[in-house]
């Protein structure tokens, strides 16, 4: 996406240039039609003063204003202008390898092969060929599994809530005492990734000390909730949390590798977005995809205990719970089925290189 440059570079040397575009299909499709609306409502408000008002770009279900990445808030922003001027060049590439599976966005994939998305201008072929993901831990590491799998290895079958914020998220002090409450009161295991709250909540780039969970969490609630719940500082082994038999939910921030792991491994998602393009995958994973739910509060700087353990039971209890499980099941079938061979994925992969060699 940053690297737009690189198609003057192509051009002048006469080779094809190609995107891969590693979040969502649903990011794209929103991102190409931008620079349209854009000029559509030329001298209207910005994104940062429409609130929750509803916006509406093909393929992808309605968009909270509030919940575009921070970068397109301002339209008067010079950071605004530059990432506009990014997603106007994009269908300039001959074609867009995207990290997803059809079945998954199969009406967004539609509409970007339909040049919806990009009005009076064609759309390059795109290309789903996902899940991409790094593979988890092999034999040979066996012997240095991570303590939380052994861990899992204990637990229930689909019994444990699973808490990661990716490599670079962290919450607030605050926060982390409300999270503990929501699961302590919520009765249900989990595995919860622990990182030390950032001095400045903006700043997810910098490195964290090791935290202090004596002084971070509540009193007291380590040994309260010893046997049925294990706190991981700083990182966990996601993708093997993902795929144990004992994972049955996942509070996640909605970056897209991690929503692509918990589908293929078939865990319904807590929705719980920090930054970057997180609050936009949000709103594709809960109201597009149906494979999760969102916490809210998220939005306010505080999602309190009573909204953790709400939807933590949810999840883990309810009959929507149930159906977020068999909707899950059958993503986690889908992406198997995309890599296979003949598979949707294979097949998009091979139709990219015969384009690439009648390209040369």
Known sequence: LFCVDALDAAASI??????????????LAAFLHLPHYFAETDGGA????????LLRFPGVPPIPASDMPHTVLDRADRTCAGRVGHYGRIPEARGVLINTYEW?????????????????RPTPPVYPIGPLIVKGQD????????????WLDAQPECSVVFLCFGSLGAVSAAQLKEIARGLESSGHRFLWMVRSPPDDP?????SHPEPDLDALLPEGFLERTKGRGM?????????????????????THCGWNSVLEAASAGVPMLCWPLYA????????????????????????????AEEVEKKVRLVMESEEGEKLWERLALAKEKA????????????????????????K
Do not use: I
């Open 139 to 150: 034999a040979a590491a066996e012997a240095e599994r991570h303590a939380c799998l052994a």
């Open 202 to 206: 903006t700043k997810f780039f910098l």
């Open 277 to 304: 393009e997180q609050r936009l995958n949000k709103v594709f994973v809960v109201d597009e995809m149906k494979a999760g739910v969102l916490v809210d509060g998220y939005d306010e700087g505080m999602v309190t």
């Open 104 to 120: 998954l966005e199969a009406r967004t994939v539609r509409a970007l092969r339909d040049g919806v998305c990009v009005p009076g």
């Open 336 to 359: 198997a089925e995309a890599l296979a061979d003949g598979g949707p994925s294979r097949v998009a992969f091979e139709e990219f290189l015969s384009d690439l060699k009648l390209a």
């Open 231 to 251: 706190v991981v500082k700083m990182w966990a082994p996601q993708v093997e949390v993902l795929r144990h038999a004992a994972t049955g939910a996942f509070v």
């Open 46 to 53: 910005s994104f940062k003063d429409m609130g929750k008002a």
């Open 14 to 27: 006469g080779v094809p240039a190609y995107f891969y575009y590693t979040s969502c299909a649903g990011d």
